[in-house]
């Protein structure tokens, strides 16, 4: 009884949206389909048997159904009987009693469904078998292009997102370049190390999201999915923006159709992360070598001129001064600075994905990852002082370093070739990880279940698609605008940072029996508090240049996911099986009645019981096949072929049968009259006078009174239903069948069956 | 035997679209009900009570049936167990046994439904009864104005059309219009005798519809049916953009919003149409008289004016000439004027609204209509000629005779507020002849039936709402240009207009019995040749202008409604009832069954009804209840409330049952195979393995092969559907059963039963 007790309580601790203590939720990261399908818990499966015994006593012998069966279930003794031609042939396996299904049986079977199923594997590639899932371990070499595509891309952006800031100020804006650069070179220090913490103690993967729940509780868990949802879409939408800029600062001639462009590459990226492209990972790490190459030059021949001229920094064009250097611009330029951060985390979620000693690789490759993140950032922040450069509109800061080091040529070609091509690569990377921060939202009940799917290419496909559109959204809504996008990105990374550290630091109190904890803790803390402080200064200094949007959409998200979660939990309790003995003994004493209870259950303890029956009220409760009374209702507009099969099906039934049919006026239900006792009045018909025409309405309030006076039954409403050929032949019928079934779908016990009726051509 | 052909023969002949020969279809005009559900002919008749024998062998006594009942069909045994509150109360009628739905039984159960239809019932009035239908007879000076709001209101954009074509010739051009005038008058003249005809020959309403389709023919008469909803749908756009014009004459601020206002005036007036407001007959017969008065007034101040100075033109501004004065140019402006004819034929598509004798009384209102439009039509032209006005874009030419003759005051705007007020009427009598038209496509089986439904306010209001998009289309489309939307105009009247009266020649040919059949016919004939002519040069010399696209619609509507009733025809075979013994005698000799057929219905002779069976060879046949072999299949995805709630209802039916559940893995569908176990086993169950985690694809994969392997049985699919309260939540359910429903429509013989499970709150 305690451990049922406990499986309960566990269940609802774990973030389990379906209540059932599943074994494997807390195996984060990888998805299986266990998510769909959750194991029972031990209580679950004694209720199961428990219904399970009910269900033997009022149920004839399970031989008897089986042998009345008058199909082959299996498939298997009719092979000539199949048509194979449609969609493939079932292989029933051997020595097992399931059946598969073969690939060729996903075709949608409407012909239009067709037409769009070709196009889809064209554009998709052949489904993969779910067998296919391989993980991938990644040498650190490789692992480091694919994993800090993210990161280091941000240099891109950073550094002139920061002086776009600071050259409002004048040249004595300017000046502050180098102190907060320093600044953000030792946040992204700091951040490293706490990072490293994270990696050492969730070797299995440690997002955000999972620290944060682990640690701080579900609402921290949920705020820090999004937020770090919204860096991702931010991530696509900046770093698409910034690779645009990066190619029309190249070839101004582009620069009209920047928006287009921008949308044409995220459809790109959408397509090819629907195919799931994931073997590519060598490939992924050319553009990543080429970019760290490309800056590395930059930086080096940069430097070289400026030591030739003795680091003498070169005059900045004269500006105008449009605000005070003020504390507040300083702020602002740091928090713009620090976007230059973003992605960093990327790693700790990756663990698994290394070669053993996973987390030791991962360590390394993240220290190597900080090392050239800080050359490049450092780097080229320096090479701006010294070059005298100053951002503006039509060429990006990194594309006006290349050309004055290396002139209009090869070099500065590959530059921009190269930053567009990491630009691109950071942005795909988002199209791995938002799909799985919703994954394990949706895993949790906090996102809807249909982020859990995984596509036929064992990609999740509507993660992938729900990103694209968000990431269009944004970016056409900023008119593809870097500037005007970064106010919004800082706030969703540095809240996600501060979640995850603040968890690690609550871990490794929990955890002091682990070596180091004391250091891990101090690194973390001061991780966590720079975070904070970064989130804090972004969220009030850029607030009304667009951060109300991120804090706006991060709590409607955390908002909607907390009402999600609490409809699936109702739906859990809804759905879950409640054995006739809970409500009984109000009913009739035990023992006293005529059927023998069984006694192995113990009867459920009222305190755990009735509080879930007094939440649900209005549920409706569990059935056994003799209590079903049946009364079948067939709506009939005319006597044809239509309406005479619907009567033949449920005549065929045995079940006490009535007949309706809705007259506009008192002649008209006469003669119809008329027509039923020339048919021969076999059974019986009440025809109802409807002098508004309607057909609906009239029908669903006959129903509905029928219900009311014997709510006990169990109405089934029988429609024929005429199945047209081509789709605009739709609109030539009354589509009363599915009005119909829309407007009973609210009344309880009330079942809709549609008899087809197949037009010819 | 002889008879029965007949009656096929005739019910093909009728433009009835159901096939079955409906006594009243010949009435024209007046909508009723029996359209939606026509009258049996003998033959069906027979073949009811046919089939009728045949299910009262295979059923048990009605008796039985009757008394099995758990419930009264009448309602009326258990006045308490109704709810009243919801949609009000059933009234069982005294007598009777039908029961009659009340007004409220009309409101739709959904709360968001609930809402529109509140607003709904605010915008548009309570329901009206379909005994409210009582047809208004209308005194001659009623209808009058009433009926020849259309035709009048064409002198405020008719002779505009004109000059503004010949001005483009400049002074020579402008000579030609006193001519051309004339010619028009003549025509004018022409068509109106031709339309006395056509009152006397078709009382009870002839327009063009009726009139060609029943001379000429079917495909004519839907040609003539285009041409007039292309005419009332551009009546609309030109009148409000004619009024519209009257208005900004008047108020040049205005000018800007035209197209708005526009807009906006269709949208009342839909608005107003949809509310079915009809008594307001004398309302408006008010618009037309001032119109009548001013342009009269207008006319006789002027022509004093010009005998004041010896009727001496006015000599006219300078003018550009840009086009020569070609004969082309000359026929151009010809069938402009011509639009000035437009609404000619309303007096004679209405006869039965008129008092007794009301096809009298129809056309001495005609000859009046007539006199009065040659009236205003000369006296305009006459005036502009003499005050050497000429039309130019910001002013109407109608605003300045005005201004001109009376000076900017109170008369002046007397007369641009009577042109606005006539030709917003003009507009409002398309809203009522449209759906009509439309009507009596739909009756004839050429229009979707959804045209045949008189809203609750006895209103067309599915017609209404498609003239208000159309011309809304039109209006928008062309910037509410009268000038551009003019060529599109004169092809559809015109069309309609030869068609009816070259119907009316063929009409007095069959017809030479009736008095005074020859002057008749020379009247007819004269006025539809006149007509072919304008049409054909509308169509030519106009055709690049817009005329085209007139030409391509009507086209299209006329290849739509063809293909329409095409596939009525085939769903009024495909219904038809096919009792066995036409199949039979192919299987067995008649007679050697165990079971006695009767005889009093000879067998149908082969060479009537094998025809139809080949056609219809795809078609499904007829079925008694004895017939239908049950298979219930119960897609099982947990083994939770619903999903019991589904095995329970199908094993209440006691017919074969098998349970199905798929699987991602191999080890998945073991596991459910030992839940299925631990529950009892009760069942056969058949868990398909679907590698790809698609879910409805296998199982419509597996189903269809199960009705491979037995088509002879009738499969029921049993699905457990979660029933949300809202809307939003419904994202959050897998969408499986209306996708599986849509997937399986297409098969037949299976049949889809959803067990809806309702979560609370």
């Given at each position: 009884m305690i451990r049922m007790e406990a499986g309960r309580g566990r269940s609802s601790d774990t973030d389990n949206g379906s209540g059932n203590g599943s074994a494997d939720t807390s195996a984060a990261g990888a998805p299986s389909p266990d998510a769909l399908l959750p194991r029972l818990s031990d209580r679950d499966l004694k209720i199961l048997r428990y219904v399970g015994r009910e269900w033997g006593q009022v149920l004839e012998d399970p031989e008897v159904w089986r042998s009345a069966l008058p199909v082959d279930p299996n498939l298997g003794g009719y092979p000539d009987a199949v048509s194979p031609k449609r969609f493939g042939r079932f292989v029933p396996l051997t020595g097992l009693p399931a059946v598969e299904a073969e690939e060729e049986a996903e075709a949608p079977p409407s012909p239009l469904g067709r037409v769009g199923h070709h196009v889809r594997r064209v554009l998709l590639g052949p489904p993969l078998a779910g067998t296919a899932i391989a993980v991938e371990r990644m040498r650190k070499l490789v692992a480091l292009p694919v994993l800090s595509a993210d990161a280091l891309s941000s240099v891109a952006y950073g550094p002139e997102a920061m002086l776009a800031v600071l050259v409002l100020g004048g040249a004595a804006g300017l000046r502050y370049s180098l102190p907060i650069a320093a600044v953000i070179a030792f946040m992204m220090l700091a951040v490293g190390v706490s990072y490293r913490q994270t990696i050492r103690a969730y070797p299995h993967g440690g997002g955000s999201y999972i620290v944060a729940s682990d640690n701080l509780g579900r609402v921290p868990g949920v705020v820090a999915a999004a937020g770090l949802m919204i860096d991702y879409i931010m991530t696509v939408a900046v770093s698409i923006a910034s690779g645009v800029e990066a190619i029309t600062s190249a070839l101004p001639a582009l620069a009209p159709s920047a928006v287009v462009i921008g949308v044409a590459v995220i459809v790109v990226l959408l397509v090819g992360n629907l195919r799931g492209v994931r073997q590519a990972g060598a490939a992924f790490a050319a553009p990543t070598y080429a970019f760290i190459i490309a800056v590395f030059t930059l930086v080096a021949v940069g430097l070289a001129d400026a030591a030739a001229r003795g680091f003498q920094p070169m005059p900045t064009p004269r500006l105008p001064v449009t605000e005070g250097v003020t504390l507040l611009l300083v702020l602002r330029a740091f928090t713009s600075g620090s976007?230059?951060?973003?992605?960093?985390?990327?790693?700790?979620?990756?663990?698994?994905?290394?070669?053993?000693?996973?987390?030791?690789?991962?360590?390394?490759?993240?220290?190597?990852?900080?090392?050239?993140?800080?050359?490049?950032?450092?780097?080229?922040?320096?090479?701006?002082?010294?070059?005298?450069?100053?951002?503006?509109?039509?060429?990006?800061?990194?594309?006006?370093?290349?050309?004055?080091?290396?002139?209009?040529?090869?070099?500065?070609?590959?530059?921009?070739?190269?930053?567009?091509?990491?630009?691109?690569?950071?942005?795909?990377?988002?199209?791995?990880?938002?799909?799985?921060?919703?994954?394990?939202?949706?895993?949790?009940?906090?996102?809807?279940?249909?982020?859990?799917?995984?596509?036929?290419?064992?990609?999740?496909?509507?993660?992938?698609?729900?990103?694209?559109?968000?990431?269009?959204a944004i970016f056409v809504g900023f008119a593809g605008n870097t500037q005007s996008l970064i106010p919004l990105y800082a706030v969703g990374v540095f809240l996600a940072f501060t979640l995850s550290q603040a968890g690690m630091v609550v871990h490794w109190l929990r955890h002091r029996d682990q070596a180091h904890w004391r250091k891990s803790l101090v690194f973390n803390a001061t991780g966590g508090l720079l975070s904070a402080i970064v989130f804090f200064t972004a969220g009030i200094t850029k607030f009304t240049e667009g951060a109300w949007v991120a804090v706006l959409v991060i709590g409607l998200l955390v908002l909607l996911a907390l009402r999600i979660r609490r409809h699936y939990d109702l739906c859990t309790q809804a759905l879950a099986l409640r054995p006739h003995v809970i409500e009984l003994p109000r009913q009739s004493a035990p023992g006293s009645g005529p059927r023998v209870r069984p006694t192995a259950m113990p009867p459920m303890t009222a305190d755990t019981e009735t509080e879930e029956l007094e939440e649900l009220e209005e549920a409706e409760s569990e059935e056994y096949p003799e209590e079903v009374g049946h009364l079948v209702i067939v709506p009939i507009a005319r006597l044809d072929l239509a309406g005479m099969r619907a009567?033949?099906?449920?005549?065929?039934?045995?079940?006490?049968?009535?007949?309706?049919?809705?007259?506009?006026?008192?002649?008209?239900?006469?003669?119809?009259?008329?027509?039923?006792?020339?048919?021969?009045?076999?059974?019986?018909?009440?025809?109802?006078?409807?002098?508004?025409?309607?057909?609906?309405?009239?029908?669903?309030?006959?129903?509905?009174?029928?219900?009311?006076?014997?709510?006990?039954?169990?109405?089934?409403?029988?429609?024929?239903?005429?199945?047209?050929?081509?789709?605009?032949?739709?609109?030539?019928?009354?589509?009363?069948?599915?009005?119909?079934?829309?407007?009973?779908?609210?009344?309880?016990?009330?079942v809709i069956t549609t008899i087809p009726f197949h037009l010819p051509r």
């Open positions: 976007t230059a951060m973003t992605g960093i985390e990327a790693i700790s979620n990756a663990v698994p994905a290394f070669r053993p000693t996973e987390w030791r690789n991962a360590r390394t490759t993240l220290t190597w990852m900080v090392t050239v993140l800080l050359i490049l950032f450092g780097g080229t922040v320096a090479l701006v002082h010294l070059d005298g450069v100053v951002p503006h509109g039509n060429e990006t800061v990194l594309s006006q370093l290349a050309r004055r080091t290396f002139g209009p040529g090869v070099m500065y070609g590959y530059v921009q070739a190269a930053t567009a091509a990491i630009l691109l690569l950071a942005a795909n990377t988002a199209f791995n990880d938002f799909p799985r921060v919703l994954f394990l939202l949706a895993r949790g009940g906090h996102a809807p279940r249909l982020f859990l799917r995984v596509g036929d290419r064992l990609s999740f496909s509507n993660g992938i698609l729900a990103l694209a559109l968000a990431a269009i009567l033949a099906y449920a005549a065929s039934l045995g079940q006490p049968l009535l007949a309706l049919h809705l007259s506009p006026t008192e002649t008209e239900a006469e003669r119809f009259r008329g027509y039923w006792a020339t048919w021969g009045d076999h059974l019986p018909l009440e025809v109802v006078v409807s002098p508004h025409r309607a057909i609906v309405a009239p029908l669903v309030h006959y129903i509905e009174t029928l219900h009311h006076q014997r709510p006990d039954l169990t109405l089934t409403v029988i429609l024929p239903e005429i199945v047209v050929r081509h789709w605009w032949q739709r609109v030539l019928h009354n589509q009363t069948a599915p009005r119909l079934r829309r407007a009973l779908r609210r009344l309880p016990k009330i």
